[in-house]
């Protein structure tokens, strides 16, 4: 059964810097369609990055300049750098492959 593990969440100052990882068990990590969503009380599940088929991404307006995606196909990983966060990325980061999600991590952003 695959299973995505993420990690790399935490509590993080304003303009500070963290590293999302979804580590991936099985071998899907060649399947098109991967990516990564955040989500908050209340609200609905929103697109931050993804990696389309190719070498095509994509990102939500309110994180391009800040978060890149990358994918190390040798340890069937996905990661998510963000950069120069702000209190209004606080959410629950939830990675997919393919039709696989991951349990969530949490980030917070706060002072």
């Known amino acids: 059964q695959v299973q995505l593990v993420e990690s790399g969440g935490g509590l993080v100052q304003p303009g500070g810097s963290l590293r999302l990882s979804c580590a991936a068990s099985?071998?899907?990590?060649?399947?098109?369609?991967m990516g990564w969503y955040r989500q908050t009380p209340g609200k609905q599940r929103e697109l931050v990055a993804t990696?389309?088929?190719?070498?095509?991404?994509n990102y939500a307006d309110s994180v391009k300049g800040r978060f890149t995606i990358s994918r190390d196909n040798a340890k069937n990983t996905l990661y998510l750098q963000m950069n120069s966060l702000k209190p209004e990325d606080t959410a629950v980061y939830y990675c997919?492959?393919?039709?696989?999600w991951g349990q969530g991590t949490q980030v917070t952003v706060s002072s």
């Open positions: 099985g071998s899907i990590f060649s399947s098109y369609g």
């Open positions: 990696w389309t088929g190719g070498s095509g991404t």
């Open positions: 997919y492959i393919s039709i696989h």
